[in-house]
């Protein structure tokens, strides 16, 4: 039997047997028809369970103590759960009477439970004040105060941690860019908290998951923003953002430069080019021309004879496609820089005729230039004076006509010019 | 901003709506959604903030406990309305559908803001208010993690509210009652320090509790004075629907006296009189 009924009704139960109890009228009817009052405060909590739950008499057919303790058992139990989840007890399902398990005959019966189609009062908000003197401890009171006034930053990131593993053993089936968003946060609040460590072991361990939260643009600029690595941290930083797709970053860059975000993200992107210039030259070849010309200015230093060709063939779409200086410019650069004696070489073909052989082989693509794009080209070229300019300007001197050739000699002498100076 | 919202907040804690303005949709979407879950979420946070003032929290803390318990029940947008409002035993389908609420919450908070320092207080309740002081209830957690305070004082002020609120298929249980058999769940549902100091400051018969006195008469509990023990109030003693007399169960005039249980005022006609008092 459970303690708290054994304690309160030992004396009653051991004598004499419990007959009726009038939870209504607080009142037991013990065998002898003698009758005892009760207090709720004093007595078998489980009378004050089935009150509340309706009920308002209690009838017993027994006084075998094994089967009042099953029934007190079970009562205490419903009551457990009523107090988890108020709303998900269902009180027609409870096997509120004790049966013989044999004879299937009562042995113990709750009575008056009230009507289920129960007629509410208009819900309103009509709640008791809290104004009896608090019969708490002081000290436990305090206590209690300072736990929520010392919340640690490193607490807080603990628990979103926790709420983290625990939300994702839970619901596995979970919307992916919550779970992301999810991660983004800890990742977020750790490095606000300077907690880079932290910040770069949580994004390892859910780089998975973390590629989706990039899609969210507050949340992006949010993780780029919160923390300013310094130069030796500029690794373990990056690492955070490694399943921030590289082109993802650059039209990141474009649209959010001049978002608080907008310093890291040049940083981010500095690094990635030094780190992963291979795949950003390809990025660059194969992407559109405002990514090109962002591009282009990062990875002067990392071209090589391998991308000669495709550089070539750049070069000669920009300019037969634009009038942007500055990106021919940047593409004169890139070609010179792959591979030099070719450029110059290859260059040359930007002016002069086609040979008759070529036409009727047809081995090398035709690279002649209109007078405009020559001038464009000649232009972006200038601004990388060298003998080796010189000498190219030189030998096409030949190759072009009229105000072109005027250009192109004025060109030579500036450059001896400067060279005299 | 919908101002009945606006005034249902403003009743319970004083804050800068501007600044809760994902907040305020999300308390909107609950009430568009269900007005039940809606005025239990706001009987939790006055319940709540009236519990954290009795623990002397500072204003901006009170604001967060106010936010946390107002938001706790958000995941239940994402409970079909039909299980909601089930009057009959759930499947366990539904059952897990319903309890899948705190998780749900937890999303729908993820997705309305991000996650920071300030609003992993108002998240914790959220996902924690039915996790229980000892952590046996759901969600199920595998690491064992204190509840937050915040969430200790929710879980004690939901549970009173859902039991002290009629409902289509189950009468209220009187406040006392209600008290009474919360104290079963001391240390195990609830954190014995927050619960003690709700019983206490609510008192053993909440004010506005109807009760029955050892003499047979019946009487409103107006109050508490500052040295009145727990179970003996002011009493205002009804006969016939009138209030007759005043008394202070301290007295000692009154100490043969004492109350036996509470009753429902609609059981006697004597249902809004406490109400039309104050």
């Known amino acids: ?421 | 901003m919908n101002p009945r919202i606006v005034k249902d907040i403003q009743s319970i804690f004083v804050c800068n709506l501007n600044e809760f303005e994902n907040e305020l949709n999300a308390l909107s979407l609950i009430r568009k959604y269900d007005e039940y879950t809606y005025l239990h979420c706001l009987n939790v946070a006055r319940l709540s903030v009236m519990l954290g003032r009795r623990f002397e929290l500072d204003d901006p803390d009170l604001v967060d406990l106010g936010w946390a318990a107002l938001l706790h029940d958000l995941g239940k947008l994402h409970v079909p309305i039909h299980i909601l409002n089930k009057v009959k035993k759930f499947s366990p389908e539904e059952l897990a559908i319903m309890q899948s609420h705190p998780l749900e919450s937890l999303a729908a908070f993820v997705k309305l803001q991000p996650v920071t320092i300030d609003t992993i207080n108002r998240l914790s309740a959220a996902f924690e208010h039915h996790q229980r002081f000892d952590l046996k209830g759901y969600p199920v957690v595998q690491r064992k993690l204190n509840l937050h305070p915040f969430s200790r004082i929710v879980s004690v002020a939901d549970t009173f509210d859902a039991m002290t609120t009629d409902r289509i298929y189950q009468r209220r249980i009187l406040p006392d009652l209600a008290l009474r058999i919360m104290s079963q769940g001391f240390g195990t549902i609830f954190d014995p320090i927050v619960l003690q100091a709700f019983i206490t400051s609510m008192g053993a018969y909440p004010v506005g509790s109807l009760v029955r006195l050892s003499d047979q008469r019946l009487g409103f509990v107006t109050g508490y004075g500052k040295n009145s023990r727990v179970d003996r109030p002011y009493l205002r003693i009804m006969e016939n629907g009138i209030s007759v007399e005043e008394m202070d169960l301290m007295d000692d005039r009154h100490s043969g006296l004492r109350i036996m249980h509470s009753e429902f005022p609609e059981d006697h006609e004597l249902e809004g009189k406490f109400q039309s008092w104050k």
């Open chain 1, 1 to 421: 039997m459970s303690l708290s009924l054994q304690k309160s009704f030992e004396k009653e139960l051991l004598d004499k047997s419990i007959k009726e109890v009038d939870l209504a009228q607080t009142l037991i009817t013990l065998s002898d028809n003698s009758r005892i009052h009760f207090s709720y405060d004093e007595a078998w909590p489980g009378f004050s369970f089935l009150k509340g739950m309706g009920f308002d008499r209690i009838e017993f057919y027994t006084d075998d103590r094994e089967k009042i303790e099953v029934w007190a058992d079970r009562i205490l139990q419903y009551q457990q759960d009523f107090l988890q989840d108020p709303d998900y007890l269902a009180v027609d399902d409870c096997h509120w009477n004790e049966k013989d398990y044999h004879s299937n005959q009562i042995l113990i019966s709750c009575h008056g439970l009230k009507s289920r189609k129960f007629a509410p009062q208009e819900i309103a908000l009509d709640l008791p004040p809290m104004d009896a003197p608090l019969g708490v401890d002081p000290l436990a009171i305090a206590a209690f105060k300072n736990e929520i006034r010392n919340q640690k930053s490193e607490d807080t990131i603990h628990r979103i941690q926790n709420i983290l593993v625990e939300f994702r053993a839970a619901k596995s089936d979970f919307d992916p860019l919550i779970w992301s968003n999810l991660v983004a946060d800890l990742i977020a609040v750790s490095l606000e908290n300077k907690l880079l460590s932290k910040a770069s072991r949580l994004a390892e361990e859910h780089k998975t998951e973390l590629k989706h939260a990039w899609d969210d643009t507050r949340r992006s600029i949010r993780l780029l923003s919160a923390y300013e690595p310094k130069v030796d941290e500029l690794s373990e930083w990056a690492n955070i953002f490694q399943s921030f797709n590289s082109e993802d970053i650059i039209s990141f860059l474009s649209t959010h430069l001049s978002s608080k975000a907008g310093p890291q993200i040049v940083k981010l992107l500095n690094y990635r080019v030094q780190t992963e210039f291979e795949s950003f030259i390809e990025i660059c070849l194969h992407g559109n021309g405002a990514i090109q010309k962002l591009l282009l200015q990062w990875l002067s230093a990392y071209w090589k004879p391998q991308h000669y060709h495709l550089i070539l063939a750049q070069l000669h779409r920009a300019l037969k496609e634009t009038n942007d200086l500055d990106m021919i410019n940047y593409w004169v650069q890139a070609l010179l820089r792959s591979y030099r004696s070719q450029a110059l070489e290859d260059m040359r073909q930007f002016f002069s005729n086609k040979k008759w052989y070529q036409g009727f082989f047809k081995s090398k693509k035709n690279l002649e230039l209109g007078p405009l794009e020559q001038r464009n080209f000649l232009k972006a070229l200038s601004e990388h004076p060298s003998a080796d300019i010189l000498r190219f300007f030189a030998e096409i001197k030949q190759d072009v006509r009229g105000g072109l050739a005027d250009e192109v000699e004025r060109m030579i002498r500036s450059y001896q010019g400067n060279t005299r100076s």
